[in-house]
C-alpha cells in the first residue's frame, strides 16, 4: 500500500511540475507579446521614415524647381524699371529733326537704343507683336474699340505702347486698339 505520505509527495511533485509547465507557457506567451510589440514598433519606425523621407524628397524638389525659376526670371525686376525709360527713348526717337545738331543728337539716341535692346535681349526679354495680330487678352491690354472696313472683327489696329515677354512671361502687355 501506498502510504499517505508518498500520495502527498507525488501531487506536490505534480502540482510544481503543472506550475513549472505554466511558468514555461507564460514565460513563451511574454515573450511573442514582446517580439510582436518590437516587430510593431519597427515597422512604424520604419513607416515612419519612408514617410520623412518622402516629404524630404519633395521638399527638395520644390526647392530645386524655385531656385530655376528664380534664376530664370532674375532680370525681371530690372527689366520692369527699364521699360518706362525705353519708352520715353522710343518717344524721343519719333521726333523730326530740322538741323545736323539734332540730327547728330538723334543718331546717337539711336545707337544707345538698340544697345539697350540688344541688353534685354540677351536677358530673354522680346516685344509682343501686336498690330495686325488676333486680340489676345494674356498678350494684350485693349484700351480701345473702333470700326474698320476691311479689317477682321477682334484684330490688333494699332499699338499705343509695345508689351514685353522675358523668356515665356509676359512682364507688360502691349496697349492696343482693336477692330470691332
Not at 2 to 23: F, G, I, N, R, W
Not at 28 to 47: F, L, P
Not at 66 to 90: C, M, S, W
Amino acid at each position: 500500500m501506498v502510504s499517505e505520505k508518498e500520495v502527498q509527495q507525488e501531487t506536490t511533485e505534480e502540482l510544481k511540475q503543472d506550475a513549472a509547465v505554466e511558468s514555461e507557457e507564460t514565460a513563451e506567451t511574454e515573450e511573442i507579446a514582446a517580439e510582436e510589440n518590437w516587430q510593431q514598433k519597427a515597422e512604424e519606425a520604419e513607416d515612419k521614415y519612408l514617410r520623412l523621407r518622402a516629404e524630404f524628397d519633395n521638399y527638395r524638389r520644390r526647392i530645386q524647381k524655385e531656385n530655376e525659376t528664380l534664376q530664370k526670371y532674375r532680370a525681371q525686376n530690372v527689366v520692369t524699371g527699364i521699360l518706362p525709360a525705353l519708352d520715353n527713348f522710343e518717344r524721343a526717337l519719333n521726333i523730326e529733326t530740322t538741323n545736323d545738331e539734332s540730327a547728330s543728337l538723334l543718331k546717337g539716341m539711336q545707337m544707345v537704343h538698340s544697345s539697350l535692346l540688344e541688353a534685354l535681349k540677351a536677358e530673354g526679354v522680346e516685344v509682343i507683336e501686336s498690330v495686325g495680330q488676333q486680340f489676345d487678352p494674356n498678350l494684350h491690354q485693349a484700351v480701345m474699340q473702333v470700326s474698320e472696313e476691311g479689317t477682321e472683327s477682334n484684330t490688333v489696329i494699332e499699338e499705343l505702347q509695345k508689351g514685353y515677354k522675358l523668356k515665356d512671361r509676359v512682364i507688360r502687355p502691349s496697349m492696343v486698339k482693336v477692330n470691332e
